[in-house]
């Protein structure tokens, strides 16, 4: 028995990922405000006079309808909402890194319209300039809760206590902080009461709070992934090395990024 073909009209949307298919069609992976990651086909927008010919861009909020039964889905309209900046420079590379996460982690047609929002605010900040590291570490704390692995960060895993900010903790992805000194040896991740509290409340303004919490991020990602490569993160890491070096040959000192 053939599933039912459905249809859903303007949804807000925005594109994750795309890739040839076929001669002249597209694969789109999209993130929808109300039904999560969606692979829709665009038929024929390869072709020189298609309508969606340059319209299915990431990073730009669109107004989609699409119809179809199974998994992938066909494209029946877009439509460019506009309002939100172009996403440049270095804050490119950060909104890619969103967009792969979403890839990587969340499973189609399982909508989480929060994560939306917080999707559309961390690209709304990063083309606004904002300070980059805030808004990775935020949107990365909504994501993991999101998919209902919500890091635990004022309270230790196995007394309750409060976390102390001058105490140092063990992190252990599947519980949660700690003590150090309760558990000498173990191989988990240490790091500081002070940038567990800082991540719970969101404040990065200590240098020394925003690297840990970079780390300890990185290898909750990592966690979850099951160690799978995050692509843009290697690019990143080429681009620094690469400005290095030329920094190098010329012998002059650029600011390293974030």
Not at 43 to 59: D, K
């Amino acid at each position: 028995m053939r599933a039912a073909r459905e249809r859903h009209d303007d949804e807000t949307s925005f594109v994750l990922h795309s890739y040839p298919y076929r001669e002249t069609s597209v694969i789109v992976e999209a993130l929808t405000a109300t039904r999560g990651r969606v692979a829709l086909v665009a038929r024929g927008a390869r072709r020189s006079r298609s309508e969606l010919r340059g319209l299915l861009q990431a990073f730009q909020p669109l107004r989609v309808s699409w119809s179809g039964a199974g998994e992938l889905k066909t494209l029946v309209s877009a439509e460019w909402l506009g309002g939100l900046p172009l996403v440049t420079g270095s804050a490119l590379l950060c909104a890619f890194y969103l967009n792969e996460l979403l890839l990587k982690l969340l499973a189609r047609e399982d909508p989480h319209p929060r994560l939306f929002d917080a999707y559309h605010a961390a690209l709304r900040d990063l083309a606004a300039g904002a300070e980059q590291a805030p808004v990775l570490r935020s949107f990365e704390l909504r994501l993991l809760a999101e998919l209902g692995y919500a890091m635990a960060l004022t309270h230790e895993a196995d007394t309750g206590r409060p976390i102390d900010p001058a105490a140092r903790y063990y992190y252990a992805f599947d519980r949660g902080p700690r003590s150090v000194a309760g558990e000498p040896g173990r191989r988990y991740l240490e790091v500081r009461g002070a940038t567990l509290l800082a991540l719970a409340q969101e404040d990065f303004g200590a240098p020394d709070a925003a690297a840990e919490a970079k780390r300890l991020m990185r290898e909750a990602i990592d966690y979850h992934l099951e160690r799978r490569a995050i692509v843009s993160r290697r690019v990143v890491r080429d681009l620094v090395a690469m400005e290095e070096e030329e920094d190098r040959r010329a012998g002059t000192d650029r600011p390293k990024r974030d």
